[in-house]
């Protein structure tokens, strides 16, 4: 397979998405800079490169999946044991309940 040279910005954005999938998935644990490296078929070099760490990669999951209101990728973060602030009284009501049954 070739190596297919993408713009920063799309590049940033598939490395996201990896990443979102992989939070919905498999859970806020395996969202790390090698599993996103794999799916995308690039390096952990690279996947640095955009986010400088995976604390960063993984605030920028957790943002992206806020700003989707993604609930189920929220959700898994709350199952992990990590308090989300800032969501709309429902939103959090409904990502908690989601995680508990994550959770069990």
Not at 2 to 19: C, G, N, T
Request: proline share 2%; hydrophobic share 45%.
């Amino acid at each position: 397979m070739a190596h297919v040279r993408l713009a920063p910005e799309d590049r940033k954005q598939q490395l996201l998405e990896s990443a979102l999938i992989l939070l919905r998935e498999d859970g806020y644990k395996h969202v790390t800079r090698i599993g996103v490296a794999a799916m995308t078929g690039t390096t952990e070099a690279l996947v640095n490169r955009y986010f400088g760490s995976r604390d960063g990669m993984r605030a920028e999951v957790v943002e992206e999946a806020a700003r989707r209101d993604d609930r189920k990728a929220l959700a898994q973060v709350v199952a992990a044991g990590y308090e989300l602030t800032g969501l709309p009284d429902d939103v959090h009501r409904s990502v908690v309940n989601m995680a508990r049954k994550l959770a069990a």
